[in-house]
């Protein structure tokens, strides 16, 4: 009887298994461009599984796909009374009428940013020092910015989350009545030309890398440094340094220590070296001397900012 021979399948030709390599590359990288011009929808029960916890500060969160600002919604719902408890999270997927500082327009295209708002009510607190509301907001961003997309956040005085000399996230805080509403948005995969056009040059987490653009762990992570800092903050009365806030600010601070001018309300302008930020949350300037006859002995005098435009200086 005479035994069959078997021999193996000659292996695929060289060229034949190249073409298959960039077939496959070609179709994963179509994939994860689909992906990004059509990021998946928050998933608003996955989050409040995440966020919501009896004894904590969120009591609700809601995702809505499209509106003109949360912070004008969330301010609404505080004006209608004690209905409005604090703790409400109100994200969106899309803004057509978000505001930042001076009245400047904050236009998110959909689900390529993550915007949300916060209603808080600080009564331990006194009016003064809540001045660190969108402070402590911009460490909690930095922080969260930093654990999950491994991106170096810095902040600039006195509510731009930086990376860099570009701008990641803005923030905005308006009070009503008893209540603050605080306002966060981050660019996650908006392209450069659909980010709004600021003084500083935008930029987006996609853009610079990150480790995860999935916007569910980043708003439970900034959720939870918010509620810890807030938490202790309130406790403290309102007291940056027993609740260790100030120490913190100044650690990710891209201002303190810079030279920079400083644009005021009515248009006066200061420059000098940022030496700090005081007990209610203004920056420090130490003010460059106006000409060269004064005494250059002098102490050069130190002026808190509470409100202005804020330009770094090289």
Same mark, same amino acid.
């Given at each position: 009887?005479?035994?069959?021979?078997?021999?193996?399948?000659?292996?695929?030709?060289? +060229? !034949? &298994? *190249? =073409?298959? $390599? #960039? @077939? %496959? /590359?070609? +179709? !994963? &990288? *179509? =994939?994860? $461009? #689909? @992906? %990004? /011009?059509?990021?998946? &929808?928050?998933?608003?029960?996955?989050?409040?599984?995440?966020?919501?916890?009896?004894?904590?500060?969120?009591?609700?969160?809601?995702?809505?796909?499209?509106?003109?600002?949360?912070?004008?919604?969330?301010?609404?719902?505080?004006?209608?009374?004690?209905?409005?408890?604090?703790?409400?999270?109100?994200?969106?997927?899309?803004?057509?009428?978000?505001?930042?500082?001076?009245?400047?327009?904050?236009?998110?295209?959909?689900?390529?940013?993550?915007?949300?708002?916060?209603?808080?009510?600080?009564?331990?607190?006194?009016?003064?020092?809540?001045?660190?509301?969108?402070?402590?907001?911009?460490?909690?961003?930095?922080?969260?910015?930093?654990?999950?997309?491994?991106?170096?956040?810095?902040?600039?005085?006195?509510?731009?989350?930086?990376?860099?000399?570009?701008?990641?996230?803005?923030?905005?805080?308006?009070?009503?009545?008893?209540?603050?509403?605080?306002?966060?948005?981050?660019?996650?995969?908006?392209?450069?030309?659909?980010?709004?056009?600021?003084?500083?040059?935008?930029?987006?987490?996609?853009?610079?890398?990150?480790?995860?653009?999935?916007?569910?762990?980043?708003?439970?992570?900034?959720?939870?440094?918010?509620?810890?800092?807030?938490?202790?903050?309130?406790?403290?009365?309102?007291?940056?340094?027993?609740?260790?806030?100030?120490?913190?600010?100044?650690?990710?601070?891209?201002?303190?220590?810079?030279?920079?001018?400083?644009?005021?309300?009515?248009?006066?302008?200061?420059?000098?070296?940022?030496?700090?930020?005081?007990?209610?949350?203004?920056?420090?300037?130490?003010?460059?001397?106006?000409?060269?006859?004064?005494?250059?002995?002098?102490?050069?005098?130190?002026?808190?900012?509470?409100?202005?435009?804020?330009?770094?200086?090289?």
């Amino acid at each position: 009887m005479r035994a069959e021979n078997h021999t193996p399948s000659p292996a695929q030709p060289p +060229a !034949q &298994a *190249e =073409a298959t $390599a #960039q @077939a %496959e /590359a070609a +179709a !994963q &990288a *179509e =994939a994860a $461009a #689909q @992906a %990004e /011009a059509d990021p998946p &929808a928050l998933d608003a029960d996955a989050l409040r599984r995440l966020v919501l916890r009896p004894g904590g500060l969120w009591r609700a969160l809601d995702v809505v796909p499209s509106t003109g600002s949360t912070n004008a919604d969330l301010l609404a719902l505080a004006r209608a009374g004690n209905c409005a408890p604090e703790g409400v999270i109100l994200a969106a997927e899309e803004q057509t009428a978000g505001r930042g500082r001076m009245g400047r327009s904050w236009v998110s295209p959909p689900r390529a940013a993550l915007t949300f708002s916060l209603l808080l009510k600080p009564a331990p607190v006194p009016p003064a020092r809540r001045g660190w509301l969108p402070l402590l907001a911009g460490v909690a961003v930095a922080e969260a910015v930093r654990t999950v997309a491994a991106v170096d956040a810095r902040l600039k005085w006195p509510n731009d989350v930086l990376v860099g000399e570009a701008k990641l996230s803005g923030i905005l805080a308006e009070a009503v009545g008893d209540a603050v509403v605080v306002g966060v948005g981050i660019n996650v995969s908006a392209a450069p030309p659909e980010l709004p056009q600021k003084a500083l040059p935008p930029t987006c987490l996609r853009a610079l890398g990150a480790a995860s653009l999935a916007r569910e762990p980043l708003l439970a992570e900034i959720l939870a440094e918010f509620e810890r800092w807030y938490l202790a903050w309130r406790e403290a009365g309102g007291d940056p340094d027993r609740c260790g806030l100030r120490a913190e600010y100044t650690r990710l601070s891209a201002t303190i220590g810079r030279r920079l001018q400083v644009e005021l309300p009515g248009g006066q302008l200061v420059s000098g070296l940022a030496v700090g930020v005081d007990e209610d949350g203004r920056l420090v300037v130490r003010v460059e001397p106006g000409n060269e006859s004064e005494s250059a002995t002098e102490e050069a005098p130190e002026f808190p900012v509470a409100a202005g435009d804020v330009v770094h200086l090289r």
